[in-house]
């Protein structure tokens, strides 16, 4: 099942990187993590393919971390509304808002800018 | 209560004067109950039964008690929650005398690298599988907050110097500096927004409390524990934390008080920006205006509602599994007029909220002075 509802919130069309899998469940609450059932009301999922274009919600460089080397972390979300943390990549601005695009990397999600600076 | 900070101590002996604190005058075999919170003794001090260590250490310090031991809990709050309930009819066994609720934490004989490493270990596997420290949590929620309500960044200066300001007159507390915003603002970063001087420090610590079903200085009238989704990523909005609005509504609706009858709150503030968004949850403020409030000079001692008299977790520390019992010893000191240079005058009603990770759950009371 394609879940395509991503096309029209992306100001330059669809990214094409591959489509994501998502789980949601029949009241649309819809995840990247994938639980055995819908946390909010408990319903069964199904999966689901997403467009990969996203808009971060927010992000920061870990400048302190265990492992001694900075990074940047962020919050992005896809057009149904699920959000993820991911590794994010290349050069962002500060504010909140930047449409990126979720590409999958040895199990954690890593967002790129869709328009490189 | 001991004092917070860099301590030479280790977890036992701390937690050991913070018994003695309370219990040195008290009748002993009055004492039931005893709840013990910290949050990482296991991974920060290695113990590998944490509840048997520490108890044994309050026992041999006091061999004459017959209480029965209850944790470990995460944190202070979690466990004063806890007994609260248990004393209230709840799920007590039997008839609780007195009972004594401690929290303790060591975490500074480490560099600060490695207890964040080993803290991350409590966090969720999945937080952790993105190197998604506290700090960097907090820095997302920050991020979104400022510009979702369009809070100036200088706004989050003001707390650190205002907690500050209030940690110089608690002579318990870890920082008793005053710093100015100027130093706030070239402070590193440290996961941007936030910079050093937003983030409470790691700390050692030690207190507790006594609570009973006589009268005493003042009366736990309400409280109450909300939690968040199990994950930060499935948040409906991270700038909000759903978990202090449930648990603060569940607490004044138990004590039927209104947040304006509040004249002191000891709130959790681990980074600056958390103090507003916990008052705005708590509903003091609408959301994204608690920062015109402080800027207007609200906030602090003396004025209409004094918000970290103690200096918060930013100024006074954070020693985790200790952090809501220090709030409480701070409320019983503002309630019965004894906290000196930092009385803030006429404290009659207080509230505490005590939050776990990113608000995942937090805990709310209020505290009514008895006279």
């Known amino acids: 099942m394609t879940h395509d509802d991503a096309s029209s919130t992306f100001s330059a069309g669809r990214s094409s990187a591959p489509l994501l899998t998502l789980h949601r469940c029949r009241a649309s609450h819809t995840f990247f993590f994938a639980h055995k059932n819908c946390p909010f009301c408990g319903a069964n999922l199904e999966e689901i393919d997403s467009q ?18 900075p990074f940047k972390l962020g919050l992005a979300r896809v057009a149904c509304g699920a959000q993820t943390l991911c590794i994010v990549e290349g050069e962002i601005g500060t504010v909140p808002g930047e449409e990126v695009v979720i590409i999958e ?6 967002a790129q800018p869709r328009k490189p600076r | 209560m001991t004092r917070i900070g860099r301590l030479d101590a280790d977890l036992v002996a701390i937690a050991a004067e913070a018994a003695r604190g309370v219990l040195s005058d008290t009748d002993l075999t009055l004492v039931s109950d005893i709840y013990i919170a910290s949050f990482a003794p296991s991974e920060l001090c290695g113990m590998t039964n944490p509840l048997r260590s520490l108890s044994h250490a309050i026992q041999t310090e006091f061999p004459r008690l017959r209480a029965t031991y209850h944790g470990i809990f995460k ?3 979690d466990a004063l929650f806890t007994a609260l309930g248990a004393m209230n009819g709840a799920s007590s066994p039997r008839e ?11 975490m500074t004989h480490l560099p600060p690298a490695k207890t964040a490493g080993l803290l991350s270990q409590r966090e969720n596997p999945h937080d952790r599988a993105y190197g998604a420290t506290l700090p960097a949590l907090g820095a997302l929620v920050t991020r979104k907050y400022l510009e979702a309500y369009r809070v100036p960044e200088s706004a989050l200066h003001e707390v650190a110097v205002k907690n500050h300001e209030n940690g110089s007159k608690n002579p318990k507390a870890h920082f008793q500096n005053t710093i100015t915003k100027d130093e706030v603002a070239r402070s590193p970063l440290v996961c941007d927004p936030l910079r050093r001087l937003h983030c409470a420090p790691t700390s050692d610590g030690g207190a507790a409390v006594l609570l009973g079903t006589s009268q005493g200085d003042v009366w736990y009238r309400g409280w109450g524990k909300g939690t968040d989704v199990p994950l930060f990523q499935e948040r409906e909005d991270i700038s909000r934390f759903a ?19 509040v004249d002191v709150v000891e709130i959790h503030d681990a980074f600056t920006s958390f103090e507003f968004i916990n008052l705005e949850e708590m509903g003091f403020y609408t959301m994204g205006s608690a920062w015109r409030a402080l800027e207007a000079g609200d906030l602090r001692i003396n004025s209409s509602l004094a918000v970290n008299t103690s200096g918060g977790m930013k100024a006074k520390g954070h020693p985790i599994g200790s952090t809501g019992i220090t709030a409480s010893v701070e409320l019983w000191e503002q309630l019965t007029g004894r906290a000196g240079v930092r009385q803030h005058r006429g404290a009659r009603l207080g509230m505490i909220q005590s939050a776990g990770g990113v608000s995942n759950e937090s805990y709310v009371f209020v505290v009514d002075s008895v006279s």
């Open chain 2, 75 to 77: 944190t202070g709050g």
């Open chain 2, 96 to 106: 609780p005398g007195v009972v004594m609720v401690l929290g303790v934490e060591k």
């Open chain 1, 52 to 69: 990969p274009d996203a808009v971060l919600v927010s992000h920061t460089t870990v400048r302190v971390s265990p492992t001694g080397t």
């Open chain 2, 243 to 261: 978990a202090t609005a449930q648990a603060s509504s569940l607490a004044r609706e138990m004590a039927k008080i209104r947040t304006g009858d």
């Open chain 1, 105 to 110: 990397k040895g199990g954690l999600y890593h």
